[in-house]
């Protein structure tokens, strides 16, 4: 009996690490993993460089290689930027565009997405249908005639003139992707909550809303950064220097001062880095209401 059971023990220790042995490989979150590792350096790798341009001095950048690291670190590159890019002018007024553009036209996308989602009436699809066409419209089809209405409008080279028209081209794609989402919502729960004597706008504020969270933070980080970094109705809407944005005064500020390498990386790189914390925010949120509203509906 010692005999046998000193055998099965021995047998178990020998076959153990042979089926470790045997476990095959997850070569696909392997292969998951490098594509991480690699699109992060491409993304990664050009911020350092411009980081490291930005604090080089003159001599520097004519005598060492890109990826070198500066001889003196010239911190005075950002001061310079700030002064000559005017950057808390041209960041203030985009900040102020985005935080109007995008809180509104998320709430006017949201509300009018859970009326199509919610509401049956004769013509619900053609006019989905529309507004996915309207999301799908070029903005450079329409800069001559939106330079056309905004000077009649007298809004020509004013934020005002430049929220309109942001808030007309964004809000097609918002209500495309919350009308996905609402719709993958159970009725049921909007049921229950009239059955207790909630109104329709008690149910949409403080039922259907908190539920939408992740897909509302994804849109706002992706409006966000498309508000920030917009050019073509920038340029096309704007004139005067105090009305420029981040874009606009990028462009400048490469066009006067082009070969002072230092201060033009060091204005790119703070021009940067308001997305980046917007994206730190809402990073959460982001990566699970990316696709929330790629559902049957």
């Known amino acids: 009996m010692t005999a046998m059971t000193t055998t099965r023990a021995a047998t178990r220790r020998t076959t153990a690490p042979v089926r470790e042995r045997e476990k095959p490989r997850d070569w696909v979150g392997i292969g998951l993993w490098l594509a991480l590792g ?26 060492l290689p890109m990826w070198g690291l500066p001889t003196d670190w010239a911190w005075g590159n ?94 097609p794609y918002q209500i495309f992707v919350l009308y996905g989402f609402f719709r993958s919502v159970p009725e049921e729960l909007e049921e229950s909550a009239r059955i207790d004597g909630s109104s329709t706008f008690r149910i949409f504020w403080q039922i259907i809303l908190p539920l939408a969270k992740p897909a509302l933070a994804a849109l706002f980080v992706l409006d966000f950064v498309a508000t920030w970094n917009e050019y ?15 874009p606009l005064a990028v462009q400048s500020f490469s066009t006067q001062w082009g070969t002072d390498y230092g201060p033009l990386n060091a204005f790119i790189f703070m021009s940067a880095i308001p997305v980046l914390l917007v994206y730190l925010l809402f990073q959460r949120y982001f990566v699970q209401g990316a696709f929330a509203g790629a559902v049957k509906g």
Not at 232 to 246: F, P, R, V
Request: glycine share 6%; proline share 4%.
């Open 78 to 171: 950002y001061a310079s930027a700030v002064e000559i890019g005017n950057l808390w002018v041209t960041a203030g007024n985009s900040a102020l565009i985005a935080l109007i553009k995008v809180p509104l036209g998320l709430a006017i996308a949201a509300a009018a997405a859970f009326a199509l989602s919610r509401i049956r009436f004769r013509g619900a699809r053609i006019l989905l249908a529309l507004i996915a066409i309207g999301s799908m419209i070029p903005v450079q089809i329409g800069l001559g005639p939106l330079f056309s209405t905004m000077l009649s409008a007298h809004l020509l080279d004013s934020r005002l003139g430049l929220v309109l028209p942001y808030l007309a081209f964004g809000i």
């Open 38 to 63: 690699v699109t992060a350096l491409i993304w990664f790798v050009p911020m350092l460089l411009m980081f490291l341009t930005s604090v080089k001095s003159k001599t520097d950048i004519n005598e």
């Open 232 to 246: 073509a109705m920038a340029t096309t809407l704007l004139i005067s220097q105090d009305n420029y944005t981040i």
